[in-house]
């Protein structure tokens, strides 16, 4: 049964459509989902794609009294803020990150958020040095197209 819900909340997490994935988002929150359960629907969305990392972040910011007063000395506003946070890779996004945190303390989770901007920081200098690298590496091992058969 468990196994079961993990995948389900794996799913709702891969929807690209915008207007579903603030549905599933929202969902998250009501009182269909178990409080424990809301931060794996959250982090699905968040590690599903860039669009759904941006539309997680902004959700969480945007209820972040009602998550925090649901998390706030547990290990779950950790895991929630890390599986909100944790693949975007752009310099800003580490300085809105800290900023947010700076006038929403999270005390039980000050060493998750310092983590997280690190994290950011780093990949993004990873990015920024290597995406060139990557780029290439990828179109010389790309597959030839393929030609319809008769």
């Known amino acids: 049964m468990q196994e079961e819900k993990n995948r389900i909340e794996r799913v709702l997490g891969a929807i690209s459509a915008p207007d579903l ?6 969902f998250a929150l ?24 941006k539309a997680a972040w902004k959700f ?22 890390k599986l909100s946070v944790d693949g975007f890779a752009v310099d800003k996004m580490a300085a809105e990150v800290k900023s947010f945190f700076e006038s929403h ?15 950011i920081l780093l990949n993004a200098a990873w990015l920024k040095r290597d995406a060139d690298d990557i780029h290439q590496y990828l ?3 790309k597959a030839p197209p393929s030609t319809p058969s008769v």
């Open 60 to 81: 969480v910011k945007d209820n972040w009294e009602e998550l925090h007063n649901r998390y706030q000395g547990g290990f779950l506003i950790s895991r929630l803020i």
């Open 21 to 26: 994935i603030q549905k599933v988002l929202t």
């Open 30 to 53: 009501s009182e269909e989902v178990r409080p424990q359960d809301t931060v794996s629907v959250i982090g699905g969305v968040a590690g599903s794609s860039k669009q759904g990392r």
């Open 105 to 119: 303390h999270a005390p039980a989770a000050e060493r998750t958020v310092q983590q997280c901007c690190e994290n």
């Open 139 to 141: 179109l010389q091992r």
